[in-house]
């Protein structure tokens, strides 16, 4: 399955670290999203874009940065992160935002803050 | 905002029966129930999902039922598979009616034994 991907798979790092998450989609979709899924919670909506514009922010704390700089890939910049912070963080695209658009997602990638 | 509950957290079934989970959600206006299949260290990918117009939808041995008076829906498995394996999320979306406000149960566990 490579409609999604993202890198890297797995990221260990400190709390005054600076990192990247980054998503590509090669499914010709118009909108992104990121998620946060940890253990035992629901999966959390973070961001989303639609051709490139960011569409919804759903109370994300500033260390979290995302950016979309074409409708194919996706960044989450990461900065100062708590412990609390450490969890699955999972892209997904849609052709479009309207009801019924499938939401595709990528493996995640496992990010533990130490 | 839209609120889902899923039941149960846990689920275990021997192969060939069938299994049910359940959801609820709060907002009314809510009009798209996807239901997520995510297998151990993998990412989640639609399986089903049925609109506020129909009250039950199958696929194979797959089906969704629901009741908007209640508001609750619920997925049926049957002659279940060790492949069925895996944690299932129901997911709701709200009164925009966009793909992007997908709020997500906590998920179920699914353990089929042989």
């Known amino acids: 399955e490579t409609g999604v991907t993202q890198t890297p798979r797995h990221l260990v790092m400190g709390m005054t670290n600076k990192k990247s998450l980054k998503c590509e989609q090669h499914l010709g979709h118009n909108a992104m999203y990121w998620y946060k899924q940890s253990a035992k919670k629901p999966l959390e909506l973070m961001f989303v874009y639609s051709l490139e514009e960011r569409v919804e922010n759903n109370s994300v704390p500033s260390r979290f940065s995302p950016e979309c700089p074409n409708s194919s890939h996706l960044f989450l910049h990461l900065h100062t992160l708590q412990p609390e912070d450490s969890a699955l963080y999972l892209c997904?695209?849609?052709?479009?935002?309207?009801?019924?658009?499938?939401?595709?997602f990528g493996p995640g990638t496992r990010l533990t803050v130490t | 905002g839209e609120n889902v509950e899923q039941h149960p957290s846990t689920l275990s079934v021997q192969e060939g029966d069938s299994a049910v989970i359940k959801c609820t959600y709060s907002?009314?206006?809510?009009?798209?129930f996807p239901w997520y299949k995510q297998e151990l260290g993998k990412r989640p990918q639609l399986i089903i999902d049925?609109?506020?117009?129909?009250g039950e939808k199958k696929d194979q041995r797959i089906a969704v039922t629901l009741n908007k008076t209640a508001k609750h829906f619920s997925l049926h498995i049957t002659e279940t598979q060790p492949e069925d394996s895996a944690v299932y999320f129901c997911a709701a979306i709200g009164n925009t009616g966009t793909a992007s406000k997908l709020t997500f149960g906590t998920g179920t566990r699914l353990q089929v034994t042989l």
């Open positions: 049925i609109r506020s117009n129909v």
């Open positions: 907002d009314s206006a809510s009009n798209y």
């Open positions: 997904a695209s849609s052709q479009g935002t309207g009801t019924g658009d499938e939401q595709y």
